[in-house]
């Protein structure tokens, strides 16, 4: 199939390539989000947030802060607080701490492919603060993580113009980590679970998500992963019987207070939370969002974290901000992509994760093939991993 030669092979507004993840840029250099507001795929939905809505929201979040320091003192913590070591959780620990003056239980759940950097940063971070005593490092989920993982990589296959694997995956581990932070609130006897979602991360969820959602989230998922589970694996998730009232809210305040990554970088580094250069996402984020990040350029064609990406640029208000933030996510996204297929991105921790699931780099990227060679978009995803390749995205 002869392909359309394209005067732009990246939306000009934001960094979606064409032809990845049923994205298309069109003669004026616009990708199919930036260009029609509806536009959804299954790996991702364009969410605008309405001023009145944030609003309303920042002021449920500043009167559940007010509510927090009212009780302060009648009981041991204040919330739990899932902490990664990465700069987002970190950032948030910092404002409870300094600026809200409340104690958060900290919740860190291993899955098992945390980086040494992260694992470092929550060491350096406790000990500054002061707050070991406050902080669980739960680590006997592994074996529930593994299951999960093995079966999306040698099980599922993402259909054609489907849902990215990496996001895929992504939203099932962080509903299985949140779940774990919920029942430690409900072991605690607290009412909330504040985790420090990123402004971009809200095509499922803005600020709360609802005690329905919660509910079925906290529920092992889909059925034939579900299977694969017995009674040591079900105990980190919810009864289906559980009441939704009994359950804690689960917030994302970055969502409504003031959130400027580079702000957030320099406050924790400054402070001394975390080493100089340690807050960057892509020496945090766990071995398991590396290798999905491999999965899906050589599936679809494109970074899959772009989506995010571009979400966080679109809402730079200011054109020059805009201008500087796409021109730092497109280096980014060029660069994890010549190294994913230079072979050099994450390479100890890729090959760890692999071992742990009973395959291997070359196996995994068999199967990709084979799935690749059926796929109707195939002269289109080859032609993307030859511009990573070239360093001709454009």
Request: net charge neutral.
């Amino acid at each position: 199939m002869e392909i359309e030669k394209k005067k732009y092979n990246i939306c000009q507004n934001c960094v979606l390539i064409d032809g990845s993840f049923g994205v298309k840029v069109n003669s004026d250099g616009l990708c199919s989000y930036c260009s029609n507001p509806d536009h959804i795929t299954p790996t991702w939905r364009k969410v605008k947030i309405e001023n009145a809505l944030k609003e309303k929201k920042l002021a449920n979040w500043n009167g559940i802060v007010r509510e927090m320091q009212k009780k302060y003192g009648s009981q041991e913590f204040s919330c739990v607080l899932g902490y990664s070591g990465g700069k987002d959780s970190t950032a948030l620990l910092d404002t409870f701490i300094n600026e809200y003056n409340l104690r958060p239980f900290l919740v860190t759940v291993d899955t098992g492919f945390m980086t040494d950097v992260a694992k470092k940063n929550i060491k350096d971070t406790l000990g500054k603060l002061g707050l070991e005593d406050d902080h669980i490092f739960i680590e006997d989920a592994m074996p529930t993580f593994t299951k999960l993982y093995k079966y999306f990589f040698l099980d599922f296959q993402p259909q054609p113009n489907g849902k990215a694997l990496t996001l895929e995956i992504c939203h099932i581990c962080t509903d299985l980590i949140h779940t774990i932070c919920v029942k430690e609130a409900i072991k605690k006897g607290l009412n909330y679970v504040i985790i420090g979602f990123s402004p971009d991360q809200i095509a499922r969820y803005f600020y709360e998500t609802s005690p329905k959602d919660t509910l079925e989230d906290g529920l092992p998922r889909p059925l034939n992963f579900r299977r694969t589970l017995d009674n040591n694996d079900l105990k980190w998730f919810l009864d289906e019987n559980a009441s939704k009232e009994d359950l804690p809210r689960v917030l994302y305040p970055y969502h409504v207070i003031d959130y400027d990554e580079k702000e957030i970088i320099n406050r924790i580094e400054t402070k001394g939370l975390i080493e100089v250069g340690k807050g960057d996402p892509v020496l945090t984020n766990c071995h398991v969002v590396k290798a999905g990040l491999m999965y899906d350029l050589y599936r679809f064609g494109g970074i899959a974290y772009g989506v995010q990406y571009a979400e966080l640029i679109r809402q730079k208000e200011n054109e020059e901000d805009r201008r500087k933030t796409r021109k730092e996510w497109i280096r980014l996204i060029s660069r994890v992509g010549r190294n994913i297929l230079n072979g050099v991105f994450d390479t100890d921790g890729m090959t760890l994760f692999f071992k742990r699931i009973d395959s291997s780099r070359e196996e995994i990227l068999e199967c990709i093939k084979k799935q690749v060679d059926k796929d109707p978009n195939i002269d289109i995803i080859n032609r993307n991993i030859e511009l990573f390749k070239t360093r001709k995205i454009k």
